[in-house]
């Protein structure tokens, strides 16, 4: 089943709508063609890391130069991230704006998945990072803004789970 590009094209055109000018990731078969998207887009630099924790460092540092920025991991790499996202991002009040590819969930057929899948929600409650499931393109812009404004208003960081119902074709 081949990821979904005309969500991708989707999730791509509603961050720049939003305003987002920095977009950090880490390569990852479902982000594969947004960041394919970012990476030709003039008007958004893309950064890509070796490592998910540099993602919090450089939204961090957008965030203190007064540049919106977002950053696109797997939800294993959400999960090596906590100690910046708590040390950093918690701390220094980041407006955080994580995309998480939510894999290990309903539909995915990947066993190594499996363990980050089942432990993503209960961290991110755990860390009391608000959090919605981005599952459907018709809601996908509406569920992105209102993450922003929350980020935003509350100088902390928000996660939105990019699912297997609308990164992959049906």
Known sequence: MPVSE???????QTLKACG?????????SWLVP?????????RIRLIRVAKEEECVGISAGAHFAGVKSAM???NHGFLAAVNPIVSLAHLYKVPLMMFIA?????????????PGGTVTEPLLQTLRIPYTMLDSP?????RVRDAQALADASLLPVALLLTHELMMEA
Do not use: C, K
């Not at 947004?34 to 003039?42: A, E, Q, W, Y």
């Not at 018709?138 to 509406?142: I, T």
């Open 72 to 74: 696109l991991i797997p």
């Open 138 to 142: 018709e809601s996908l812009e509406r």
């Open 102 to 114: 939510y894999r290990g969930t309903f539909g995915d057929t990947y066993s190594w998945h499996t």
């Open 20 to 28: 987002i000018q920095v977009v950090s990731a880490l390569p990852e």
């Open 34 to 42: 947004v960041i394919r998207m970012i990476g030709d887009d003039p």
């Open 6 to 12: 005309t969500n991708s094209h989707l999730l791509h």
